[in-house]
């Protein structure tokens, strides 16, 4: 599959001080032993995606990565690490590295994407219907402390977090609006040219953009040439490729469209678009549709694909990008979602590594059971120091009967 993938593995993301430092960037944070870049790589790898530019920000956390990385993926995938400046933005980061793309799609993913979801489908997916943009979207999770105040697992209400909104064609192939977190409160817009070729329009408001997209390289390159002001790929340059696909401005395999949407051309040329769809394709789009209906006249519409692949709801799917997140991909993946940490937990096997020494700031309180009396409710916690700080685990009581 002719993919080259970039991993955006950011650096040291301020939403998680104190448990990043830097010497233990984002991307090798760990999640049930594992630093959480490992479980993209390996998705990636599973799905035979091996020709990779892992991108981090700032030189000293890509030295570490780099470093990592050249452990423990020697002779299973292409690896090159890139380090760009801090805070350029998921966009800024990818027109760091324009240059080293050369393949003919390209596979975005976030490094702190924590999924059982193969990339494989999203890519699939994206060559299937020539799109410009195909982004993965999942059920959306929710998370937040307990309204309640237990700490139990079972009894923890959860607070649900803000949402994108997302416009789906009737198929659920295709992707016609996206607004994001800030957005949603606002009035929100669909452009007029993308309701007359659809008709209708599912709006969603249960799913997630998983920062996972696949982009035509050629469309890609030129619209973070252009556009220089785009930080973002979720914020800027999704949307902008969502709202212009039915008056498409961009270019198609480096060959420019007309400048004119009723510009006309040949009747030959124009069936001979129409027949170049019919033999793409064995049934249309609303896209093809819209670009060779010509009410009359021999006109071909300027359109360009943006696709969905919707993930079963059955799939895990979290980014760690808070500490409410990491606390939570952490409990899930030694619990529900056991099969991502590659260990098997129960009573007698934990999530703590043979290697582990009790170090200098842990205290062990010795107990005297003798002194223990009946019925007496006892909280026991679990502390983990992570780069000299204190980070909370878990808690909970247990009574003596």
Known sequence: MDFQVVVLAGGTCKKLLPLVSK???????????????????EQLELSNLKDLIVVVEGEDAALHVGGWIS??????????????????????????????????????????LVSDIPPGALAAVHRQHDAVVTTMLCSAPVSGPTESGSSGGKDKIKKPRRYN???????????????????????????????????????????????????????LQEVLDEKDKFRSIKEDMLPYLVRSQMKSEVLLNGAPQAKNGNE????????????????????????????????GTALVR?????????????????RLNSIQAFSDINRDVIGDVSHLSGYSFSAHNNIIHPSAQIGSRTA??????????????????????LGGFVLYIWSNTWMLI
Not at 307 to 314: L, V
């Open 23 to 41: 010497d233990v960037p984002k991307a090798l944070l760990p999640v049930a032993n594992r630093p959480v870049l490992s479980y993209v790589l």
């Open 71 to 112: 452990n423990a993926y020697v002779d299973r995938l292409h690896v090159e690490v890139a380090a760009v400046p801090e805070d350029v933005g998921t966009a800024g980061a990818l027109r760091a590295i324009a240059h080293h793309l050369t393949a003919n799609d390209i596979l975005v993913v976030s490094g702190d």
């Open 165 to 219: 909104i997302i416009g789906l064609d009737p198929s659920k192939q295709f992707l016609l609006h996206i607004a994001t977190g800030a957005e949603v409160e606002k009035e929100i817009r669909i452009q007029k040219s993308i309701l007359r070729a659809v008709d209708q329009m599912e709006i969603r408001a249960d799913l997630m953009d998983a920062h996972m997209y696949a982009f035509k390289r050629s469309v």
């Open 264 to 295: 006309k051309v040949s009747f030959q040329n124009n069936q001979a678009v129409v027949s170049q769809i019919l033999a793409n394709a064995s049934t249309l789009s609303f896209h093809d549709l819209y670009a060779s209906s010509n009410n």
């Open 302 to 318: 300027r359109i360009h694909k943006c696709c969905a692949y919707i993930a079963s709801e059955s799939r895990y799917c979290q």
């Open 364 to 385: 062990v309180s010795p107990v005297n059971l003798k002194n223990l009396t009946s019925k007496t409710t006892y909280l026991v916690s679990v502390i983990i120091y």
